[in-house]
């Protein structure tokens, strides 16, 4: 059955999923089984916070395991929870002391499970709601209501915990805030353009000025709070001409745009600054000292990056400016400032500006990006982002030796809310061994430079997957091995069928290690999949929603290397064919796990599949990207051939050539319509909207077609015409 535009939206709103428990399970002689006769108690004086913590368990339990159980306010939850009663106690360490040692960090929580009682004692109200969750994973985990008896303390290891929307571009409804919180995220980003204000298509256009969409940020603040979420501004005033710090007027300026947004809203946590998107007119030398569309006085290319590209040495002195403006509203507010942009720069020159910022901001470093990569004498580089490389690179490893010799507060860009720019229009990438590897560098680097705070997402947002729900695992200790745990999710997701489960994952894990992370894949035929163009001569442009942050101009890919500052590829007639062969190794790979995952399927059990199917068509969707982006390098080499022969009779064989593998193309891109019909999650993208569904997928069917039929047309009469020209000469 085909789904609607946007009708996964109402899969999203589904924190608590329906018919999770086995009907064939039963109880072992260590376990303690919850039903008839338990009840939820909470305290006389617990706060709204906790109440709506213990209804959402109440509701879990009754939606997921058919089990229906009180819900109570008690004066003598000390008490109470020495035993005597069947219940479930929700609480803080303040209404129950002494039933553990004290919780030191945050969230943190401790579970008691006795055959009379289960006590959830939070060193705080998140702790709690954690806790509780926690109840909630280890029942699905059984498939039944059912725990075994265990006294345990947990911590979580990072904070914070920041992801992008999933549901839509800085779109929180409250069920996406409340599973966000179940899955161990303690905080949302939303991009700020002003006071209350989003970006909208307009931001982006040069040329055009525009405030941004409407956005009550005082009260998205305030819904996020409520599940235990903080909330991020990302700013982004990419149309301003923020002046130098030292100049006439500009604590003004800043006040107005940076100061007024903490005015209003002072309660948010903290901002994001990254160069590309806070750019400003610095002195350093080394820049061309003006903002990066303005035009060059001479009219020529620039010989020098703009400010947002290159670690500035007058960087401090704008954060200080920064931080009197904000801080005069929230003097506790997180100043995150990332180096994302210049990770290319020489060492020295990053090292330089890290060692003279000041010690009271957050430093962001990406954690696998820019990291060079050369196989059988051929370079690439890691662009943003990638699963295929696990990380540290080396600029990560190098900013975060400075930044923990300075004692600065380390952040990283480490996208493991399960999704990169390897493919941009599916909801996660099911690869969880290399996720799990992540996972364990992350822990490595919280162990070597002090580590303590994750970006998961950026604007493709964050979808609620087994992938994730890994994340969450390997992110509190103690924690089985990741090993274990995936074995566990297996078993929850498939049943029967998790054996096949976990080939597939294991196939599509050793696939990806494979991928090639260019950056003209990632913004074309990677980005959004078989609906991507065959361009020959004439570049289209592709239809996009006006409603949509970015749309996409398409572009005839160019795989030449970059020049000037920018790291440097090795060419593309000698690249793109080692990239092709390597793609190829990971469709082959990715096909195997694709037969395994359809075993899976046709083993789990009736009230697993529906997601087991739509697992199985991420798999397939993304073996479609990957055949789509082959024949895009396929084609751009035949292209090169062509456009460089002079002989009719070589020239009219490399059409013929072009022609067989549009015809394959086209029959790849027929071949993703009905995955895209059937889950509208595919093809979709918050910042970009739809742009991979089926109706773009036709589009670019069109297009090809129009390129065999008028395009190819018309190089043949030139062909023929020239050599009539030679005929009468």
Known sequence: MSERPYEFRRRLEVVHQPDRRDPDAKPD??????????????????????????????????????????????EDLPALARGGERVIILATQDELPGISA?????????????TERIIVCGADERGAAQGSYFLEDLCNLRGAPFLQQQAITRT??????????????????????NAMAHAGFDAILVFTTGVDRTPDEYTYTRGHRSAGRYQDFNALVERAARYGLDTYFYAYFRDLQPPHPSAPGAEAAYASTFGAVFAACPSAKGIILVGESVEFLSHDPRTTGRMRPDPSPDNLPADKPSPGWWPCNDYPQWLDLLK?????????????????????????????????????????????????????GVRNVNVDYTISSVGPGRYFASEAQAAHERG???????????????????????????????????RQAQHDWGLTGLMESHHYGWWPSFVSDLAKWNYWTPSPPAEETLVALAQRDFGPGAPAALDAWQAWSEAIRDYVPTNEDQYGPFRIGPAYPLVFRTVPTMPAAS????????????????????????????????????????AARWEAGIVSMERAVAEAPARLRPDAVRQLGIGRFIRHSLQTTIHVKQWWLLKQALFSEADRTRAESLLAQLTALAEAEIANAEATIPLVEADSRLGWEPSMEYLGDATHIRWKIAQVRQVLAHEFSAYRAALAAGDQAVAIG
């Not at 890919?557 to 064919?577: H, K, M, N, T």
């Open 29 to 74: 002689q260590d376990e303690v089984g919850i039903g008839a006769g338990w009840t939820i108690v909470l305290s006389r004086q617990a706060t709204p916070f906790i109440l709506r913590v213990a209804q959402d368990l109440q509701d879990y339990l009754l939606v997921s395991m058919g089990e229906s159980v009180l819900l109570q306010r008690r």
């Open 102 to 114: 004290t919780l030191m960090v945050p969230r943190s929580y401790h579970l008691q499970v006795t």
């Open 156 to 177: 979580p290891l990072f904070a914070p915990r920041m992801v992008h929307s999933g549901w839509g571009l800085d779109q929180y409804p409250d069920a996406h805030l």
């Open 324 to 376: 009197q403006v904000i801080r005069r509203h929230n003097p506790t507010a997180d100043i995150v400032f990332w180096t994302y942009n210049w990770g290319y720069a020489p060492e020295a020159d990053r090292l330089a500006l890290i060692r003279t910022l000041p010690t009271d901001v957050t430093l962001q470093v990406t954690f696998e990006m820019f990291e060079p990569l050369v196989r059988d």
């Open 408 to 442: 600065l507060r380390l952040h990283t860009m480490c996208n493991t809310g399960g999704l990169t720019w390897d493919f941009g229009v599916i909801p996660y990438e099911p690869v969880p061994y290399q996720w799990a590897a992540r996972h364990a560098a992350l």
């Open 547 to 586: 409603h949509a942050m970015f749309g996409l101009l398409i572009v005839e890919i160019d795989y030449e290397p970059q020049v000037g500052w920018r790291a440097v590829q090795s060419v593309g007639a000698v690249r793109v064919p080692h990239e092709i062969a390597r793609l190829e190794r990971v």
